[in-house]
């Protein structure tokens, strides 16, 4: 099912013996465009201190109470790596996190979660073989903040269009599915959805996404109503407006009246 990603934003966390916190912010991969880890905020459980919780320690997601349930013990969170959440999560910092837990990388294979498309074929193999990877792959991560990119200018091939109001995303694979943009004030703030993979960069310095597509060319593509289900339908009818190739798998997504973000090259 798809989800818009800031209602999800406050959802309870809770360890298998007992409370954790409640969600502040989601990291996202700007590579892959998949939600890697939620920042949780503690209270005095755990001194105040923010802590990173992957999907992959998901064990079930309550949606109709607004609750995550890891697979973990709060003492499994409360010895977990510090992290400074005023700063992108570095891959050192991953490695670490991903040795902590025992979980294999979900970076280093083709796959959107190591070899495969969902974040619990990775706690399959927990305390498995971490994944090789090259020279590369080991230097900075492609994580950013959810909170922190929404507002960011989106850029047309010929005019500013509007800005990121948020992303909405696979609630089982976790991958980020579009940015929702908010339109400038002349088109009466109406909302579109484009797909990360269209996005040709983002300037992490200048606070823009930018796009090859005319402004007018979004002003006039199909609407999208914040409180109504994205069906297949709908989705044919935006790739099909665009003259993109459809990308999605058999499963027939709906959304739960929620809004999510894009693909970048550093910029």
């Given amino acids: 099912m798809l989800r818009v990603l800031h209602d999800l934003e406050r959802y309870a966390v809770s360890a298998s013996d007992g409370d954790v916190g409640n969600v502040a912010d989601f990291y996202f991969d700007d590579e892959r465009w998949a939600i890697r880890y939620l920042v949780v905020e503690t209270g005095h459980l755990f001194a105040g201190r923010p802590v990173l919780i992957s999907p992959i320690s998901f064990r079930q997601v309550d949606w109709s109470t607004r609750h995550f349930h890891l697979a973990l013990t709060q003492k499994n969170v409360r010895e977990s790596p510090s ?3 005023d700063k992108p999560v570095s891959r050192q910092h991953e490695q670490h996190y991903a ?8 970076w280093g294979n083709s796959g959107l979660w190591g070899t495969g498309a969902y974040p619990a074929l990775l706690a399959a193999e927990r305390r498995g073989e971490v994944f090789p990877e090259s020279a590369a ?9 959810a909170r922190e ?3 960011y200018t989106l850029q047309g ?4 269009i509007g800005h990121l109001d948020g992303f909405i995303v696979d609630d089982e694979t976790w991958q980020v599915r579009y940015m929702v943009i908010a339109t400038n004030g002349t088109w009466f703030g ?3 959805l484009i797909a990360p993979q269209w996005a040709t960069r983002v300037s992490w310095t200048t606070r823009a996404v930018y796009v090859n597509i005319p402004r007018q060319a979004v002003k006039s593509c199909p609407e999208w109503d914040p409180n109504a289900a994205i069906n297949r339908e709908y989705e044919t ?12 798998a058999n499963a027939e997504p709906s959304l739960e009246a929620t809004p999510p973000l894009a ?3 550093h910029g």
């Fill in 137 to 145: 792959e080991a230097g900075d991560g492609h994580l950013r903040s």
């Fill in 190 to 192: 109406k909302k579109v």
């Fill in 83 to 85: 992290v400074d959440v």
């Fill in 99 to 106: 040795a902590f837990y025992g979980y294999p990388n979900y």
């Fill in 263 to 265: 693909r970048t090259l």
């Fill in 157 to 160: 091939s010929d005019d500013v």
């Fill in 237 to 248: 009818r935006l790739y099909d407006y665009y003259g993109r190739p459809v990308q999605w």
């Fill in 149 to 151: 990119v929404r507002g």
